[in-house]
């Protein structure tokens, strides 16, 4: 059974940065795409960064520049550096996890999402 595990959510303030930690456990290997997504109250969840095994990356381009996502070698672990955050990044966030393929702007893509850490930015 797979689990994914998120932590580092927070309130902060604009401006201020927030690091985000995922673990998958239960995944067979490491050839897949992991990625976060967040959902905003009253919006649809979004894909925000994705990551293959290093360097391919993918950014919306709300988080382009400002957060990056990092990835433990050899390890389905994940991080997301969130720096100069903005009122507007506030949402919950999910880490996800798929085989490999696929768009990775679609929120359907991801067979696997966790239970989500909240991300609040006050102005």
């Known amino acids: 059974q797979v689990q994914l595990v998120?932590?580092?959510g927070a309130s902060v303030q604009?401006?201020?940065?927030?690091?985000?930690?995922?673990?998958?456990?239960?995944?067979?290997g490491t050839n897949n795409m992991m990625a976060?997504?967040?959902?905003?109250?009253?919006?649809?969840?979004?894909?925000?960064a994705a990551i293959y095994t290093v360097p391919f990356t993918y950014?919306?381009?709300?988080?382009?520049?400002?957060?990056?996502?990092?990835?433990d070698g050899g390890a389905n672990?994940?991080?997301?550096?969130?720096?100069?955050l903005l009122p507007e990044d506030t949402a919950m966030y999910y880490c996800a996890i798929?085989?490999?393929?696929?768009?990775?702007?679609a929120v359907n893509t991801y067979k696997y999402q966790g239970q989500g850490t909240q991300v609040t930015v006050s102005s």
């Not at 950014?59 to 990835?71: N, P």
């Not at 672990?77 to 100069?84: A, D, K, S, V, Y």
């Open 98 to 105: 798929t085989p490999p393929g696929g768009d990775w702007r």
């Open 59 to 71: 950014y919306s381009d709300a988080v382009q520049g400002r957060f990056t996502i990092l990835r």
């Open 36 to 48: 976060w997504l967040r959902q905003a109250p009253g919006k649809e969840r979004e894909a925000v």
């Open 77 to 84: 672990t994940i991080h997301l550096q969130m720096n100069n």
């Open 6 to 8: 998120e932590s580092g």
């Open 14 to 28: 604009a401006g201020e940065s927030l690091r985000l930690s995922c673990s998958a456990s239960g995944y067979a």
